[in-house]
């Protein structure tokens, strides 16, 4: 019973890389709960497969920071642009109880992203401070 599950982690690791992938040429389709959701069904299917996922440029460029808890001005700054425009369109387009709803949850996400998560140092500043010293 235990291999079954392993394998069904495993093929739905897959199913959400796959789809995560897609949705980084598609902007309808969201990349990053695809991402995590593979990082999730990986590391209790395989410590193989998980290791080798770590390891890939969607992993390191997407979901990386997040799971650090710090991101860099630049990235946590594009993000928040992107979300802003996301939940505008929807604020727009939606009826009076649907805006209400998004803006608590817009007001979670810029509160978590602004507050809770470290603003790590650019690549840049961290080297100009080291020639400083």
Request: aromatic fraction near 16%; proline fraction near 4%; include cysteine.
């Amino acid at each position: 019973m235990r291999k079954v599950v392993k394998a069904v982690c495993i093929g739905l690791g897959f199913v959400c890389f796959g789809l995560g992938a897609v949705g980084v040429v598609l902007p309808i389709l969201p990349t990053t709960p695809f991402l995590l959701a593979a990082a999730f069904f990986f590391a209790n299917g395989s410590e193989r497969f998980h290791q080798w996922f770590v390891s890939t440029t969607l992993y390191k460029r997407y979901i990386e920071q997040a799971v650090k808890k710090s991101m860099d001005r630049k990235s946590k700054r594009n993000m928040l642009v992107t979300l802003g425009i996301i939940f505008l369109i929807g604020i727009i387009f939606s009826p009076l109880f649907a805006k209400i709803i998004i803006l608590v949850i817009a007001a979670f996400h810029f509160y978590y992203f602004l507050f809770r998560v470290k603003t790590a140092p650019q690549e840049n500043e961290t080297i100009a401070a080291a020639e400083a010293e």
